[in-house]
């Protein structure tokens, strides 16, 4: 058990790195997406996504989608990464975290093009309004809320088996990283919308969202049904930890 907890601990540490390193690169050099998301006002969605392709090629848009998911959704990744590695044999550990890596993230970039269509073709309608972010953000509150959105959120709780031995296991590995990522992005699909479609204020938006998304995952199974989630436990957490430190400023100034 020491021994789980200890590699969780690296697990953790290691993602967190690799959190901060994502996110100093987003604030140093925001992503070009995010930048031509914005001037994709005045043209047809194809027109749009063909000015995006000449602008970008397809290699750099995948690099800058890439970079802002490390950024937002590497640290839901710590516990399903902790259970891979619990469940395979040492030698193995480094490449089956890869593979579910590699199917995690392949799943989110085929979204990407299809989260982007959907931006463009909703600030056609609205050039350089806020109309799109509110509307998409009353969209996510109401996902948010439903129980549709708590299935999505179960089944993120599921690791399925892992084989041991072989091509399986890699094929296992892979598998798993496929699948949480499609639970994953049905989950998050409105609130990774939302940052694109804002004129300003992109990486404030990614980081609110980010937040959200690692509060809602720490949250435990629940029935399906109709209720505002996804700050209960992270807000429990916080005032856990701020209320000995009250207590010890109130001590000291008395």
């Not at 950024?71 to 516990?79: D, E, R, S």
């Not at 590699?102 to 799943?107: K, N, S």
Request: hydrophobic share 55%; proline share 5%; glycine share 6%.
């Amino acid at each position: 058990m020491k021994s789980n907890t200890t590699d969780l601990v690296r697990v953790r540490n290691a993602v967190l790195i690799c959190t901060g390193v994502a996110w100093a690169l987003l604030i140093a050099a925001p992503t070009q997406m995010l930048a031509h998301c914005v001037t994709m006002d005045h043209a047809s969605v194809s027109s749009s996504l063909s000015m995006l392709l000449a602008m970008s090629s397809p290699a750099s848009l995948a690099a800058g989608w890439s970079l802002m998911l490390c950024a937002m959704m590497l640290p839901v990744l710590i516990l399903p990464i902790g259970y891979i590695r619990r469940s395979s044999f040492s030698y193995r550990r480094a490449r089956s975290t890869a593979l579910f890596l590699v199917g995690y993230f392949a799943l989110w970039i085929a979204a990407g093009p299809v989260l982007l269509t959907l931006a463009a073709t909703l600030r056609l309608h609205a050039p350089q309004s806020w109309l799109p972010a509110i509307a998409v953000l009353v969209v996510a509150l109401l996902w948010q809320s439903s129980p549709w959105k708590q299935i999505f959120l179960n089944r993120c709780h599921v690791h399925i088996g892992l084989s041991a031995f072989g091509f399986t296991a890699d094929l296992s590995a892979l598998r798993f990283g496929l699948v949480h990522g499609l639970w994953c992005a049905g989950s998050c699909w409105a609130w990774m919308l939302f940052p694109l479609l804002l004129p300003h204020g992109h990486l404030l938006a990614m980081a609110l969202v980010s937040v959200l998304v690692f509060a809602e995952r720490i949250e435990s199974a629940a029935p399906p049904r109709w209720r505002l989630r996804g700050l209960g436990r992270i807000t429990r957490i916080v005032l856990a930890q701020a209320r000995p430190l009250n207590l010890k400023r109130t001590f000291a100034t008395d």
